[in-house]
């Protein structure tokens, strides 16, 4: 007999309540994890206090020997087209410290824990109009709601794309499509974002979940140890991906804000996002 015993992995029940005011968490009896993500119930509001959950998330999902399929969404309409109003507070109090432990820290991690600590397959979905749609289009596979419309705003607000956005569009836009996107603010719809390989099908709104179901009872007809070790052949593009852009990307980016002495999402950029949005609208949201 061992001398020590397994240290307990994390159970379901306890991280369901733990990030219940981030996310809502199902969990099928086959393992296969819905995870929406959620401010107040209603789409994503991006705050330091979420933008830090989210690779706390993965690294819990990833923990738990029980789960083997995750699903990725947001909640209501949007996916993601608003900022807390308040949800910035921290890092302008304290931008020295903020800008690594959010800005360079979190936002490193919730990108390669997306890639490195899940080794399950995962089914990003775009439920709606938004930014930072890197956390869905990264997943394994990839749904668009039929009225999803994407685009990346950092140059329109002064900012450096260079927090994850950059390595996911120039791996499935390449050199060209990418630099148009990141450049000129582009917003993409579901149907051009299914032409450029973004994602892989477009549904009805109203189905995306049922789809991503189905995606996985797919994906549970085989082995276990034939998804976890399929999933590390297909992700290898991420992972080689994330090793040669992601820290530099980073650090480009923050030195950008630092040396303009800003926080990187503080009140500026609050109402640039506002400005940004009305921006989008106007190219095509509704």
């Known amino acids: 007999m061992s001398l020590q015993e397994f240290v307990n992995a994390p159970t379901f029940d306890d991280y369901k309540e733990r990030f219940k005011d981030h996310y809502a968490l199902d969990r099928r009896a086959d393992g296969v994890v819905l995870a929406r993500a959620h401010t107040l119930g209603g789409p994503i509001q991006l705050s330091v206090q979420n933008h830090r959950s989210l690779g706390q998330l993965f690294k819990a999902i990833g923990a738990d020997p029980a789960n083997e399929v995750m699903i990725f969404t947001g909640s209501g309409d949007d996916f993601m087209m608003d900022a807390d109003p308040d949800g910035f507070q921290l890092e302008e109090q304290d931008l020295a410290y903020w800008a690594y432990e959010y800005a360079y820290k979190d936002g490193r991690i919730n990108v390669s824990s997306l890639v490195n600590d899940l080794e399950i397959p995962t089914i990003g979905i775009l439920n709606g109009p938004g930014f930072h749609s890197e956390i869905a289009l990264m997943c394994d596979l990839t749904i668009a709601s039929e009225d999803a419309v994407i685009y990346d705003l950092h140059y329109d607000i002064g900012s450096v794309p260079g927090d994850g956005i950059h390595s996911c569009f120039q791996e499935l836009l390449g050199v060209k499509r990418a630099a148009y996107a990141l450049l000129t603010g ?76 800003r926080a990187v999402h503080g009140r500026g950029h609050i109402s640039d996002c506002g400005a940004y949005v009305k921006k989008g609208r106007k190219n095509g949201f509704d």
Not at 224 to 229: D, V
């Open 186 to 261: 582009e917003a993409m719809d579901a149907q051009t974002m299914l032409r450029y390989g973004l994602v892989n099908e477009v549904v009805p709104k109203d189905q995306a979940i049922t789809r991503a179901y189905q995606l996985a009872d797919h994906i549970m007809s085989q082995p276990r140890t034939t998804r976890r070790l399929t999933t590390q052949i297909v992700r290898r593009p991420w992972k080689h991906r994330i090793v040669n852009d992601l820290d530099g990307g980073f650090g480009i980016q923050m030195f950008g804000h630092l040396a303009k002495d």
